[in-house]
């Protein structure tokens, strides 16, 4: 059995495969460890290559998926196949330098759960660090997130804790929130962040936001609970008005009533219940799916030491 697992989801990386594996195995050369690579169907010839670098690597596994389900449903089908003491994960697009795996494994052997990586000089363009700030804000009301800790996708985790997150079946992961429900003993360590190898990154607007809302309603309750205050505090504020109004009316008979007015506040009230009504079908509609055994990931096809095999899992 290896004694490090290192899971690495594959997306639109062909060209960038052969050097991220050349790189790894230069560092792990005289350790027992296992590389995933987690083929999330991309559209170009990643599965082919990542056959090929098979044969040449014996550590190296494989697996496809047989469609694409997006970054971590792809990490949790590699931490599906984990056998490491300790699991790393880490991007396909070397912006995640190889020659600093020793740290995190070395911080993991130091006692802790969890090591998470602090970027500097981080690479990304200006909106996506602003996004970044505001999901780490968010995540730190939502789940609770310890102060100053970035919730990079560079990390590593003991098997334990992965051993516990792969519990979870549901058909939305969101593997940082699954590690938070299952421990604070925590720790970090700074990398130089690295352009990308080549190509173009694969995380756009729409993706950021679909991230985002996953965090946001599949492992925290409180944007239900801002819903339900937002509704609260608009109940009181409509029955103050209605009352001033009535008051009005009654010393000042004379005033005309006010459509404008009027329509200002329906139209204010129905875009509060529109809002609210909206974040409710978020939850009803994901425990909806997973009623339905919507599946997390479907395996196509692995290759272990260029050995293929076809299987799936619901």
Partial sequence: MPDISIVIPVYRS????????????????????????????????????????????????????????????????????????????????????????????????????????????????????????????????????????????YKAITGTIAQQIVR??????????LILDATRNITVVPIEHQPRHQGEGNYGLRKSISLWLRMATSFSVVPLRIASFAGLILSVVSAVVMLAVIIDKLRHPETPAGWASLATIVLFMGGMQLLCLGIMGEYLGRAYLKLNHKPQFIVRDRVDGGTSVDDERP
Wanted: aromatic share 10%; hydrophobic share 45%.
């Fill in 14 to 153: 062909a060209p960038i495969l052969p050097e991220l594996v050349a790189q790894v195995a230069a560092v792990i050369a005289d350790w027992n460890c296992e590389v995933i690579l987690v083929n999330d169907a991309s559209p170009d010839d990643s599965w082919n290559v990542i056959r090929a670098l098979a044969l040449r690597y014996p550590f190296l596994k494989g697996i496809c998926l047989a469609r694409n389900f997006g970054q971590h449903n792809a990490i949790m089908a590699g931490l599906n196949q984990a056998s490491g003491d300790v699991v790393v994960i880490m991007d396909d697009d070397l912006q995640h330098p190889p020659r600093t795996i020793a740290q995190l494994v070395d911080a993991i052997r130091s006692g802790h759960d969890v090591c998470y990586t602090r970027y500097i000089g981080r690479k990304h363009a200006a909106w996506k660090r602003l996004g970044s700030w505001f999901n780490d804000r968010v995540a730190s009301i939502l789940l609770k997130k310890p102060k100053g800790l970035y919730l990079s996708s």
């Fill in 168 to 177: 979870y079946d549901g058909p939305y992961a969101y593997v940082d929130g």
